[in-house]
């Protein structure tokens, strides 16, 4: 019973399936560390506005992230 270890890169990669899949083209998933803000995770579309989330380090900023992909796409669903 191995517990699987996430990444940085497995969450960034996780990230950009999801949104590859319900979005389709997607320019790339990254994240940066910006002195005055901290942590931020950016997902940058083709035809759309990016969606950015912010954390205290780069997994926190990246949850948070995936969270806010998460909500739009259930929004968009109910529609």
């Known amino acids: 019973m191995s517990k699987e270890v996430k ?3 497995g ?3 996780r990230i950009y399936k999801m949104a590859k899949e319900h979005y389709g083209e997607v320019r790339f998933v990254g994240i940066k560390f910006h002195t005055k803000i901290g942590w931020v995770a950016k997902i940058q579309f083709d035809e759309f506005e990016s969606l950015i989330a912010e954390g205290k380090n780069a997994v926190e900023a990246l949850k948070n ?3 806010r992909l998460k909500r739009i796409i259930a929004r968009y669903n109910m529609v």
């Open 11 to 13: 969450r960034i990669e």
């Open 7 to 9: 990444t940085v890169e």
């Open 65 to 67: 992230l995936r969270k």
